[in-house]
């Protein structure tokens, strides 16, 4: 799948207005911190998993699931409304959530859930601390070493 979510790697990443939204929709701190700190790349089986997508559309089918949008709410049809009741049939005609299910229970997050809690699931535990967590031996570990060391120190204190 060529569809991915992420942000630049420098440390730490409040693009876009994600900092605000993320820990609303995401079901552990642990994991906005270690989005925050390492900038990981979700594939759209960690987004589901996440709760940043409740829906999969591929790339290919998204001029498409644009225009019937626009159909649905252009001037004709807005005595229809403009609420969910117009757009959640649309969305859910493209969902193809159910042919990655299988990706979802197996996607990087949902294999490392317990990894990320451990280490970055206290707010209060200074980086230095964290980074020491990480240093198990672990593949998770020395990936996310590996990730944290090509980041900026101040900007991960920050």
Do not use: W
Not at 58 to 81: I, Y
């Amino acid at each position: 799948l060529e569809e991915q979510y992420g942000m630049e790697a420098i440390g730490f990443f409040p693009d876009v207005g994600a900092l605000y939204q993320m820990p609303k929709l995401m079901p552990s701190t642990a994991m906005v911190s270690y989005l925050v700190l390492t900038g990981h790349r979700l594939q759209p089986a960690d987004l589901l998993y996440s709760g940043l997508a409740t829906h999969y559309v591929p790339s290919k089918d998204l001029e498409t699931m644009e225009e019937a949008l626009e159909m649905v709410l252009a001037p004709p049809n807005q005595h229809r409304g403009m609420g969910d009741d117009v757009i959640e049939p649309v969305l859910e005609s493209f969902n193809r959530t159910e042919e990655i299910k299988e990706k979802r229970e197996n996607c990087f997050l949902a294999q490392n859930a317990s990894a990320i809690d451990q280490a970055f699931g206290d707010l209060n535990r200074p980086l230095e601390q964290v980074v020491e967590s990480l240093d198990d031996g672990s593949t998770f570990g020395t990936q996310t070493l590996e990730t944290l060391q090509k980041m900026s120190p101040t900007a991960m204190k920050i």
